[in-house]
């Protein structure tokens, strides 16, 4: 049986190395897609559906750029493969960086 889609946003793969914390030491990991409601981290160390992160990347080919930091919740995960997390807080200057990114993949893998 399908399950119902339950995003909000439209997601794009975008490959990108991320930081996050759950109370913990820094976890290195990879973001495998995103959109202005929350990413899917490629990890081997999944959290439990509910727990809160702390996370910081950059987007990748932005020299310069300061890193988007903000705080989520893992929405769902796979042991073997991540975790699908929800933006609980990010500034409006981050959520309008995200939503040019996404504007900008969707618009470049289009015209291909």
């Known amino acids: ?26 976890i290195r990991a990879r973001v495998s897609d995103i959109s202005v ?3 899917f981290v490629e990890t081997n160390y999944p959290l439990a559906p509910g727990s809160r992160i702390d996370f910081w990347f950059i987007i990748p080919k932005t020299p310069g750029q300061r ?16 975790e699908g997390v929800t933006f609980d807080s990010l500034s409006e200057e981050d959520v309008n960086r995200i939503r040019l990114l996404v504007s900008m993949v969707r618009r470049t893998r289009a015209a291909a």
Do not use: L, N
């Open 37 to 39: 409601g929350g990413m």
């Open 67 to 82: 890193p988007i930091k903000g705080s989520a919740r893992v929405a769902w995960h796979d042991q073997a493969t991540g």
């Open 1 to 26: 049986m399908a399950s119902k889609e339950r995003r909000r946003s439209v997601r794009v793969g975008m490959p990108m190395d991320i930081e996050y914390s759950a109370g913990c030491p820094p």
